[in-house]
């Protein structure tokens, strides 16, 4: 899992005093359908990072992620969180989310679930999108000037301080990982394992107004 724009979150009533080791299976899935060689494992402790897109302070109709007045749950932990307080910095920027949780099978059924990392490993990930700016940047008649001035400027979006988990901390050249509810990525040759540097080689399609 992992989170670009990272909100830290504190749960008031983690269960342990220990981080709580949690199974993934590395293709998402049905757990139990999976060996050992296909799944990893992340720890769960009180202090987490979910995306920021994945909080409102008020939920809008038809939004189902994290609210001031609706919990959600946390993909693969079992477990629902509701908020309980929201610290704001001297800007009025939200800077933190103080937290409840509880088992999933003690509560109602949440409307949705989203990623998280705790203790997690800092990185940088380059999003791309296409390349030119019309379908046909070879057609003279759609684009006059020729295909070179075409180009997307804002074809690479560079993200500096992401989060993922900390199974894929040895990332290597070559391999393939899903980040959930975001895309496919893979480490880049300009990667070091002081800087792990992910590109995005296929992205998820999500209704992000949910």
């Not at 893979?186 to 394992?193: C, F, L, N």
């Amino acid at each position: 899992m992992a989170v670009f724009d990272p909100l830290k979150v504190s749960i008031s009533n983690f269960p342990s005093d220990q981080p709580i080791s949690i199974e993934i299976a590395n293709i998402p899935g049905d757990l139990s359908r999976v060996d050992d060689n296909s799944k990893h494992t992340v720890p769960f402790d009180r202090t987490l990072y979910i995306d920021r897109a994945d909080f409102r302070e008020e939920a809008d109709k038809g939004y189902k992620r994290l609210a001031g007045n609706q919990p959600v749950g946390l993909k693969h932990a079992g477990f629902v969180i509701s908020v309980q307080d929201v610290v704001k910095d001297t800007s009025g920027s939200i800077s933190e989310l103080r937290v409840r949780c509880d088992k999933l099978e003690s509560v109602a059924k949440p409307k949705a679930f989203i990623q998280w990392v705790s203790r997690p490993v800092s990185c940088e990930v380059r999003l791309y999108d296409r390349l030119f700016q019309h379908p046909h940047p070879e057609d003279s008649n759609e684009v006059p000037g020729g295909f070179l001035t075409d180009c997307n400027k804002d074809t690479l979006h560079v993200i500096s301080n992401a989060l993922v988990d900390v199974s894929v901390s040895k990332a290597q050249v070559g391999e393939r990982f899903q980040f959930e509810r975001i895309g496919y990525f893979s480490p880049d040759y300009d990667s070091t394992p002081e800087k792990l540097i992910f590109n995005c080689t296929v992205k998820l399609r999500e209704d992000t107004s949910k």
